[in-house]
């Protein structure tokens, strides 16, 4: 199964990551990536000042040396209401991913904490619900599934978050969880490296040993879509 795009990758924008677009594009297209999506945090993520990079966008070719570029954020939810920290209609991003991290958001009930990922999700831009795995943010798995199936979204199944010592705690069991019920329901999955430095672009080893595993249908694995279905899917084919 070859896994050719890479829409989680961070640049020195979100301030707490080491490398810039150029370097990510050019470990992308050594790894043989088609497609890498750049998607840096906004504001609300310590190390960010403001958004005015998503404002710039215009400047990134959608080709560079041979790989396609896709511009999108990781907005930060920060409120149970599904709040985000930038404009949700903001026509410049191809694509927003939407995440729990402990510096922007505090953990509650489970209930309350689904509530947050999916009032976000509402967002217009929004198509993939980021790392939704850390024990720290207990999630309806049920209730999430069946939205994201419902509104044709994008689970994302986060490499980094299954590294030893990794960022976030609990992953691996409750991606089974997650994934398990995926199956059942036909939920499409993306898989992404969350790097931090251009060497981590397109690393999905440990991403795809558990889809493998688990016997994940190939069909709902978005990274292995062709192009077009991939542009299609973002909306993005007269873009």
Not at 91 to 102: C, E, G, N
Not at 149 to 164: A, I, M, P, T
Not at 220 to 238: C, G, K, P, Q, S
Request: net charge negative.
């Amino acid at each position: 199964m070859e896994l050719s795009i890479d829409l989680h990758t961070h640049t020195i924008a979100s301030g707490h990551a080491y490398s810039t677009l150029r370097e990510n594009v050019a470990w992308a297209r050594a790894r043989g990536l088609r497609i890498i999506g750049t998607s840096d945090h906004a504001m609300a993520m310590a190390g960010v000042e403001n958004n005015a990079v998503f404002d710039n966008y215009r400047a990134v070719p959608r080709v560079l040396d041979g790989v396609v570029v896709l511009c999108g954020v990781e907005a930060n939810i920060v409120d149970v209401d599904g709040t985000i920290d930038i404009h949700p209609d903001r026509k410049k991003l191809d694509y927003a991913i939407v995440s729990l991290h402990k510096q922007c958001f505090t953990p509650s009930s489970k209930e309350e904490n689904t509530d947050a990922v999916i009032n976000a999700c509402k967002h217009p831009q929004v198509k993939i619900v980021g790392h939704p795995d850390d024990a720290r943010f207990p999630l309806d798995y049920e209730r999430l599934s069946d939205f994201i199936v419902e509104r044709d979204l994008f689970c994302e199944l986060n490499n980094s978050s299954l590294k030893k010592n990794g960022p976030r705690i609990g992953a691996e069991e409750n991606l089974r969880v997650l994934l398990g019920l995926g199956k059942e329901k036909n939920m499409k999955i993306i898989v992404g490296s969350d790097a931090h430095m251009d060497v981590d672009v397109g690393n999905f080893d440990l991403a795809k040993a558990l889809i493998d595993e688990l016997n994940y249908p190939e069909d709902l694995i978005v990274n292995t879509w062709e192009t077009d279905r991939i542009l299609h899917a973002f909306e993005l084919m007269e873009k």
